[in-house]
């Protein structure tokens, strides 16, 4: 069980259901040991967002266009998911070899840049999380218009 949940095993089981379990159908502390936060945040998000599974309060510019977070997309185009947003603010997509007129991939001297792969396990990029949980109301009609294009 993750340390930061605050939740506190009882020896007797709790036979009623909070509020918030009939709201959303289950108690917070399952919520937030699934996500590693705390039981405050899942009740914050519910104040701020109106539902525990919203995560943001709206989506990063790469989770607008494409559907998928600037890790996931450095992962498919095997690039540093900061080339893949200076890419999407530059040109307005991740794949335009074509429409670069500076190369963001290669330092002066000519050696491929951040290609040794250390992005990939840094919790800074590994963290980052889309801002909808699939348990969201709303998360099959966000994906859905992406899967259109």
Same mark, same amino acid.
């Given at each position: ?10 020896? &007797? ?7 918030? +379990? !009939?709201?959303?159908? #289950?108690?917070? $502390?399952?919520?937030a !040991? &699934? #996500? ?5 945040s ?5 104040? @701020? *967002?109106?539902?525990? *599974? !919203? ?15 600037? $890790? +996931?997309?450095?992962?498919?185009? #095997? ?5 893949? *947003? !200076? &890419?999407?603010?530059?040109?307005g ?21 951040? @290609? /040794?792969?250390?992005?990939?396990? /840094?919790?800074? *990029?590994? &963290? +980052? ?9 709303? $998360? ?6 992406? +899967? #259109?294009?």
């Amino acid at each position: 069980m993750p340390k930061k949940t605050g939740f506190i095993k009882t020896h &007797r089981p709790m036979f009623a259901k909070s509020k918030f +379990e !009939q709201r959303w159908g #289950e108690p917070a $502390y399952k919520i937030a !040991q &699934r #996500e590693d936060v705390s039981i405050t945040s899942i009740h914050m998000r519910v104040r @701020n *967002y109106g539902s525990p *599974y !919203q995560r943001k309060a709206k989506p990063s510019l790469a989770e607008e266009l494409t559907g998928k977070t600037f $890790y +996931e997309l450095g992962i498919e185009y #095997e690039m540093h998911p900061f080339t893949a *947003y !200076q &890419r999407l603010t530059k040109y307005g997509k991740v794949d335009c070899e074509a429409e670069m007129t500076d190369n963001f991939t290669k330092t002066k001297s000519g050696h491929p840049l951040w @290609n /040794d792969g250390s992005w990939k396990t /840094d919790s800074k *990029y590994t &963290r +980052e999380r889309p801002w909808l949980m699939p348990e969201h109301h709303n $998360y099959a009609e966000f994906k859905a218009q992406f +899967e #259109e294009k």
